[in-house]
């Protein structure tokens, strides 16, 4: 039998390689930072890392991997249990505590992932006599999600808060019980930030909850580094906040859902991912504690995160790359095909700056991008150095 399906796999994968659309993956031989080493899959030695989620350069701290170590001892490597069983530690309920007061919200519950987060909460919450109602960016583990339940699906056009509207009253006229509307705090692939603010003026108008996904937003964006919430002056507004222990708090794994008691409450008796997954790693728990700890007093981070974002979308747009408009470490350098946004990442590769080439159905066909991602561990150095190489890769593309 699989004979047959193997020549149909071989061609699909032959059709995505033509298409320039293959992904490889390259392995590094060091641990995340700045600076790696790749040791296959691409021009071996030390690279400039521009293409990792470790925006605020967590994770190889010293204090973070000292507090792993000491977690190792203290509470073993794994607790080969679900939560409800026997897999709870107090390590795990010190750290919900702390996202809890940290993000301001009354209860938190953690995953073994964001994306299992949000596929464990729309099947929880929402029944066919309720409406979900989407930004058309979300990130794909909401879409998933959402796919879940039976909750009737309305999606509004990207930021658009006429749309959004909309939909609201669809939904309203249509009976749904409840309503959620639900947003990326930061779109992974733009860097654009949600309007908050107007999101929830408008759920509160409609009587709907709010969802967010702060996971490229927590810990670095907002004056405290809790997020968008935090930046737009709504955590008190927002119902719902997920997000991930797997980018600017440490860069491991592992997810969370924070939001109103009742809940979370509700999920821990219902939420599928959550009872039928292993318990988060106790080493993980314990070092995003620490995390925690350092943000803090981790002002001095944020402000090198944004004055190396700021260089480099400065420096980029004087050189005339078109980079989507913001101030996220998020940066898309837009290149728009895809076989040249593949090859645009493999010159820059060999002129030791490590960034990938972003295609369809990653981002719409027609808009592929490089997409660099800023990190407080840069050096000013470091970021004109990789300007200085995309100028002389897009050289090299051109001859």
């Given amino acids: 039998m699989f004979t047959s399906v193997r020549d149909d796999l071989r061609t699909t994968l032959d059709e995505i390689r033509a298409a320039g659309l293959h992904k490889p993956e390259r392995v590094i031989g060091t641990p995340q930072s700045a600076t790696v080493a790749v040791t296959a899959g691409g021009r071996p030695g030390e690279v400039l890392n521009f293409c990792a989620n470790n925006y605020l350069g967590l994770a190889d701290h ?127 692939m733009d860097g654009y930030v949600a309007p908050l603010g107007e999101i929830c003026d408008l759920a509160e108008r409609y009587d709907a909850m709010v969802m967010v996904d702060d996971s490229h937003a927590v810990g670095f964006v907002g004056p405290g580094g809790r997020g968008t919430p935090e930046l737009h002056g709504v955590m008190d507004r927002v119902d719902i906040i997920t997000g991930t222990l797997g980018k600017a708090l440490g860069g491991a794994s592992g997810g969370y859902v924070a939001a109103r008691a009742e809940i979370v409450a509700l999920l821990r008796q219902r939420s599928r991912p959550y009872l039928f997954s292993n318990t988060l790693a106790p080493v993980i728990a314990a070092a995003s504690l620490k995390v925690l700890d350092l943000l803090e007093s981790a002002g001095d981070l944020r402000e090198r995160l944004r004055a190396n974002t700021e260089l480099f979308r400065t420096r980029m747009t004087a050189e005339g790359f078109d980079v989507l408009p913001g101030d996220h470490a998020i940066a898309p350098v837009m290149i728009g095909d895809a076989s040249e946004a593949g090859r645009m990442a493999e010159l820059l590769l060999e002129r030791g700056v490590y960034v990938i080439g972003f295609s369809y159905p990653v981002v719409p066909q027609g808009q592929a991008r490089i997409r660099v991602q800023l990190s407080a561990a840069h050096s000013s150095d470091d970021v004109n150095r990789a300007v200085d190489a995309f100028v002389d890769a897009r050289a090299a593309l051109r001859n």
């Fill in 62 to 188: 010293p204090e973070v991997i000292a507090a792993a170590h000491e977690a190792l001892d203290r509470w073993g490597y794994g607790m080969a249990s679900v939560r409800f069983i026997c897999g709870t530690q107090e390590v795990h309920k010190k750290l919900e505590a702390r996202l809890s007061s940290f993000l301001g919200q009354e209860d938190t519950i953690l995953y073994s992932s964001c994306f299992d987060a949000n596929g464990g909460v729309f099947e929880t919450l929402l029944g066919p006599e309720d409406a979900v109602i989407s930004d058309a960016l979300n990130h794909a583990s909401i879409i998933d999600g959402i796919r879940l339940s039976k909750a009737r699906r309305f999606r509004y056009a990207n930021r658009d808060m006429a749309d959004l509207e909309q939909q609201l009253k669809e939904a309203t006229e249509g009976g749904a019980r409840r309503k959620l509307v639900v947003t990326d705090g930061v779109f992974s």
